[in-house]
């Protein structure tokens, strides 16, 4: 996947205008360039601002750029300036690009443990003066829509397939109290480190659920392959559950029967993190294994 990702993150070279003709243009190449250059700064970095989302912003502005000289011909400035146009073009990228790479960047939060989404936006938006710009309210609430439209049924099903009182609380502290385990533990009878384990299982639980949700409607069986395909990817927080499942395909016997001991020695962990993260492995596979064989009845037939 690194590879990969270094041949994407390369893609065409627009410096200068690069590859880009010039002919019948209402903007020249360099124009087009600044654009792009000042919508990196005012939209992409800040709708790319986790750090596993960061390294794509080349390859989002690099979008934009041939997205908006391919279609050049309809630009029309009495409508509204360039900058405007290549903003709106690097709103729809930037969203795409979160998509591309999985719905789980939405849960994650990347080491900023405790604070809510808007402590979050303003500390991303606080690296650059440049990034506090005027936002388009119908961008943003189109963003939130189709956010909506694929995380309700995401969460219908988690609902049934988790320990319900995990799923409460975490439930509770990411709608009720934008994701802050702080502020959700000062309002229920739990502590901290409890709610943040819940919260965590929740984020994990979302990823996989996605993942085998895609994986039941192209109709793949549940065999080990797929089921390894939907933990978290290489490039999340969660990849260490992809290490124990490699693992697991390397024991010899049943999965219940593999030791702590021969994890640790295939992962270089700990013994201690090796216990912690055998039992959620195993049940985030169990958990894949049954949304992909009871789709239809956990999703009603509704999705």
């Not at 893609?11 to 590859?19: L, M, Q």
């Not at 019948?24 to 700064?41: I, K, W, Y």
């Not at 509204?80 to 960047?105: H, Y």
């Not at 402590?119 to 909506?148: F, G, N, W, Y």
């Amino acid at each position: 996947m690194a590879s990969q990702q270094q041949q994407n993150q390369q893609g065409p070279d627009h410096s200068g205008g690069g590859n880009l003709p010039d002919g019948g243009a209402v903007f020249t190449p360099e124009e087009l360039q600044q654009a792009v250059a000042t919508a990196t700064v005012q939209v992409i970095a800040p709708r790319l601002a986790q750090p596993r989302l960061r390294a794509w912003r080349e390859d989002v502005a690099q979008e934009v750029a041939i997205a908006v000289w391919e279609a050049r011909d309809r630009f029309d400035p009495e409508r509204g300036t360039l900058q405007r146009w290549v903003n709106a073009v690097a709103a729809n990228k930037a969203v795409d690009m979160v998509r591309s790479l999985g719905r789980e960047a939405l849960l994650s939060d990347d080491g900023a443990e405790g604070r809510s989404p808007a402590e979050k936006l303003e500390a991303a938006t606080a690296e650059s003066p440049h990034q506090r710009v005027e936002v388009d309210r119908a961008v943003v609430l189109a963003e939130q829509l189709a956010i909506k439209e694929w995380l309700d049924p995401v969460m219908a099903v988690c609902e049934q397939v988790m320990e319900k009182s995990a799923y409460l609380h975490a439930y509770l502290t990411h709608y009720r109290w934008d994701g802050c385990v702080a502020e959700a533990a000062r309002h229920m009878p739990t502590s901290d480190n409890q709610l943040r384990e819940y919260k965590r299982q929740l984020e994990l639980h979302v990823q996989v659920v996605d993942r085998a949700m895609r994986a039941a409607r192209a109709g793949k069986p549940a065999s080990f392959a797929v089921l390894r395909d939907c933990l978290p990817g290489e490039d999340t927080s969660g990849r260490w559950t992809r290490q124990v499942a490699d693992a697991l395909a390397a024991w010899p016997g049943r999965a219940e029967d593999m030791t702590v001991e021969y994890l640790a020695e295939a992962t270089g962990w700990e013994i201690n993190t090796a216990r912690q993260r055998r039992p959620k492995v195993l049940q985030l596979l169990r958990v894949a294994a049954t949304v992909i064989t009871r789709y239809d009845e956990l999703t009603g037939g509704k999705d």
